[in-house]
């Protein structure tokens, strides 16, 4: 087991940073260990770099079924066990489905991880579904699904437009499933996913808190050891034709009491771009619409009055390969969203014509600098970054740079980065009542 310091993390508490160190056992589990003496508390993480993506053609939502499944006990340890302990220890728990990682996370004290760990390990290598069990499930998130996305016309605008962004690509189906498609999901669909996906060599286990990496890699060895490695999972590349032309879509439900503006574009995720070209676009999602300073914020929201809000994220969090860039506004009374839409239009031509100032983009800088140091201040945050990052294919190295790479951005990586926002190839999707 190779266990060398591969990186360094910010310190928690402002000092010098942390030590980040890394180990694989013999069934291919990979170990990140992230010291944080604050508290005698420990966060472990299970994360499989697998999830919605993978889904099979017409059984989508397995993936997020599996999850729910994962908490109802093995023939070792009875549904409700592994939830009992963590409460009798004063321990939390959770779990979450994306695209294309799933991840399962507790918080205990420093004594009760072992335990988790073969509480974790046990679900890992042994899980056992029953029909019957999995049937009460399914029905279970099927009133998820009509409270997260049915009764939400903007999620159903969300999904329509995932949809329309990248026909055929895997991504755009929700990572809950499609109403129809959930209620023909049984246990044995779940149980084949599991067998496929949920094994060490396809796994990261990320530990941060008041622990040692020889400590941890002892542990994983004694709980995780035993589980037969599988076979890593390659994520093939994925067809990624970009529309041929601008889509628009029109959402109309007497739900509706604030008519809204989206926008979606496909654009690199961290795995995919060229050097720097996922920093610039997260750079220019900032200056574009990340707070009351931002270009669009000003000029449709205080110049022109013609929305109340405006917001622009990069969603690089979420997908290994194509990723997304979405953009959401609120127009002002007696404005329509297609008006919004040719505004924002207007707005970022007007960016193109002008670029950025720079101490703007100095300013955005420091503030996605700053506001990632704070977020990952808390331990589960940390761990959190870690994990998400290397499921979606970053090395431990990627996020040692990460901080220089942002502050690298240049005004001409942002122009370049405005030409992903094209409304020729994305599609914008316009929330009215009916």
């Known amino acids: 087991m190779h266990r060398p310091t591969a990186s360094n993390?910010?310190?928690?508490?402002?000092?010098?940073?942390?030590?980040?160190e890394a180990a694989c056992l013999p069934n291919g589990l990979q170990i990140v260990v992230i010291p944080d003496r604050r508290s005698p508390v420990v966060t472990h993480m299970v994360w499989y770099r697998t999830g919605a993506a993978e889904d099979l053609p017409g059984r989508s939502g397995t993936a997020h079924f599996l999850e729910?499944?994962?908490?109802?006990?093995?023939?070792?340890?009875?549904?409700?066990?592994?939830?009992?302990?963590?409460?009798?220890?004063?321990?939390?728990?959770?779990?979450?489905?994306?695209?294309?990682?799933?991840?399962?996370?507790?918080?205990?004290?420093?004594?009760?991880?072992?335990?988790?760990?073969?509480?974790?390990a046990d679900r890992m290598g042994r899980l056992t579904i029953d029909a019957a069990v999995a049937a009460t499930e399914r029905a279970v998130i099927l009133e998820e699904r009509a409270l997260v996305a049915d009764g939400r016309p903007q999620a159903l605008l969300e999904e329509a437009m995932a949809a329309a962004l990248i026909p055929e690509h895997p991504a755009g189906r929700p990572i809950i499933g499609w109403r129809h498609e959930?209620?023909?999901?049984?246990?044995?669909?779940?149980?084949?996913?599991?067998?496929?996906?949920?094994?060490?060599?396809?796994?990261?286990?990320?530990?941060?808190?008041?622990?040692t990496a020889e400590e941890i890699v002892r542990l994983a060895d004694d709980a995780y050891g035993p589980v037969a490695g599988g076979a890593a999972f390659i994520r093939r590349p994925a067809p990624n034709p970009l529309p041929p032309v601008g889509r628009r879509i029109t959402l109309a439900d007497a739900r509706v009491r604030q008519p809204q503006l989206q926008r979606l574009h496909a654009v690199p995720s961290p795995r995919t771009a060229a050097p720097g070209e996922a920093e610039a676009l997260e750079v220019l999602c900032h200056l574009l619409g990340g707070g009351r300073t931002s270009a669009l914020?000003?000029?449709?929201?205080v110049e022109t009055r013609c929305a109340t809000s405006v917001g622009v994220y990069y969603l690089s969090e979420y997908f290994a390969q194509e990723s997304r860039c979405y953009l959401v506004a609120e127009p002002a009374v007696g404005v329509t969203p297609e008006a919004i839409d040719d505004a924002v239009e207007a707005a970022l031509q007007a960016v193109r014509d002008t670029g950025f100032a720079p101490a703007a983009?100095?300013?955005?800088?420091?503030?996605?600098?700053?506001?990632?140091?704070?977020?990952?201040?808390?331990?589960?945050?940390?761990?959190?970054?870690?994990?998400?990052?290397?499921?979606?294919?970053?090395?431990?190295?990627?996020?040692?740079?990460?901080?220089?790479?942002?502050?690298?951005?240049?005004?001409?990586?942002?122009?370049?980065?405005?030409?992903?926002?094209?409304?020729?190839?994305?599609?914008?999707?316009?929330?009215?009542?009916?």
């Not at 300013?363 to 761990?383: C, P, S």
Request: charge should be positive; include cysteine.
């Open 9 to 20: 993390s910010p310190a928690p508490d402002g000092g010098e940073p942390v030590a980040v």
């Open 68 to 120: 729910h499944l994962m908490f109802k006990g093995t023939a070792r340890y009875p549904a409700g066990a592994f939830s009992a302990f963590l409460g009798r220890v004063g321990g939390q728990e959770n779990a979450f489905t994306s695209w294309n990682y799933t991840c399962y996370h507790q918080q205990v004290p420093r004594p009760h991880l072992s335990a988790c760990m073969a509480f974790e």
């Open 182 to 211: 959930i209620a023909g999901l049984t246990g044995a669909d779940a149980q084949a996913y599991h067998g496929r996906f949920y094994a060490p060599a396809n796994a990261t286990l990320i530990v941060a808190g008041d622990t």
């Open 297 to 301: 914020h000003r000029r449709l929201v």
């Open 361 to 434: 983009l100095a300013r955005a800088k420091t503030q996605i600098v700053a506001d990632a140091l704070y977020a990952r201040d808390r331990q589960v945050q940390l761990a959190t970054w870690y994990g998400r990052s290397l499921a979606l294919g970053a090395s431990l190295a990627d996020l040692a740079g990460w901080q220089d790479r942002i502050e690298a951005v240049t005004p001409e990586a942002l122009a370049a980065a405005l030409t992903f926002l094209d409304r020729r190839h994305g599609v914008s999707g316009y929330l009215v009542g009916g």
